[in-house]
């Protein structure tokens, strides 16, 4: 059974970094695999604190670190899933999985990340004029070789779909967005409170591993789910949802991607993908000037089912704005 998903994923510089000079410290990557019959999607985005100087290199060492981490997780455990005349065992629990998940792929990411950190910094150690913006205290802590990583420090979210399961995890703040072929929408990895504002958590923290909300994750094998699989999956950093009132800002997301995924069904693929190229230079550009990356996957037959939905609630978010409007206009 192969992937019925095409993803995608781009970057774009921000505004305020090219006007500083400072380098892009967003990473994103997507790929379908039909070895594998997966597809992957990725974002990560180096922390802009000046004492994670190397966090554009932490940033892409997380993506790199995911996308290894996924391939393999799921060419190990496909086997789990395939019916056949030699297999004797029943396919794993959604919660035995989800122990799974985190045993096996995120702990391997995480400390793969602290291992391409390591080796990075042995081999190119770190300048007088690299930690000379740091504050006094990383400063003094980088000169006794301590606390390395933070220099690297970088938010992470990771997806993946299968004919049997998808999944994400997320380190730090942007956002998972799911759409789902009866129009509906949710963001199914839970969301950490100590994410506000420019303050962010990271896969440099030392308890990352051990914290409950350090990594969060989901997942859903689709045999157990009430819900069926998404027709579209977005991952963004927070150049993107930055750009939103913090109020109902899932539902400002909702807004957008619908709107995306609806071209994509009208337009095709190819030509949907470089509108989302064009909008996330927008929002690099003129809305927050951040870097920004967006990446996902879709499944364009699985839209088809959705369509539907979605203009009947754009009808009815416009019947009832005009409603709205109506109100205000009487003395």
């Known amino acids: 059974m192969g992937s019925t998903y095409k993803s995608f994923a781009v970057k774009v510089i921000g505004g305020s970094h090219l006007k500083n000079n400072i380098p892009c410290q967003d990473a994103s990557y997507c790929e379908d695999f039909k070895d594998a019959a997966v597809s992957i999607a990725v974002v990560a985005d180096g922390h802009g604190d000046k004492n994670c100087f190397r966090s554009d290199k932490g940033a892409d060492f997380a993506v790199r670190c995911a996308k290894n981490g996924i391939y393999n997780f799921v060419k190990d455990h496909e086997n789990l899933f395939k019916s056949g005349i030699m297999k004797k065992a029943a ?4 919660k035995s999985f989800e122990k799974t998940l985190r ?12 291992k391409w950190v390591w080796e990075d910094y042995e081999k190119n150690p770190f300048t007088q004029a690299e930690i000379e913006g740091a504050s006094e205290r990383y400063r003094a802590g980088y000169k006794k070789g301590e606390h390395i990583s933070k220099a690297y420090g970088t938010s992470l979210i990771a997806a993946a779909i299968t004919p049997y399961y998808w999944f994400g995890f997320h380190i730090g703040d942007g956002r998972l967005s799911a759409l789902y072929p009866d129009g509906s929408f949710e963001q199914p990895v839970p969301w950490d409170e100590r994410c506000y504002l420019n303050v962010t958590t990271s896969i440099c923290d030392e308890d990352v591993l051990t914290r409950d909300s350090g990594v969060r994750s989901f997942l859903s094998i689709h045999a157990e789910s009430e819900k069926a699989p998404p027709a579209a999956l977005f991952l963004c950093t927070d150049g993107v949802d930055d750009n939103f009132p913090l109020v109902e800002n899932g539902k400002h997301l909702f807004k957008l991607y619908r709107t995306i995924a609806i071209t994509f069904d009208k ?3 190819e030509s949907t993908e470089k509108l989302l190229e064009d909008l996330t230079y927008a929002f690099a550009t003129k809305g927050k000037g ?9 499944d364009l037959e699985a839209l088809k089912k959705a369509i539907p939905f979605w203009h009947k609630q754009i009808k009815d978010e416009e019947a009832e704005a005009k409603k709205s409007r109506g109100f205000k206009s009487q003395p």
């Open 91 to 94: 396919p794993p629990s959604q």
């Open 103 to 114: 045993e096996k792929l995120i702990v391997y990411t995480v400390h793969a990340w602290n």
């Open 267 to 269: 337009d095709g693929f």
């Open 290 to 298: 951040d870097d920004t990356s967006i990446a996902g996957f879709i």
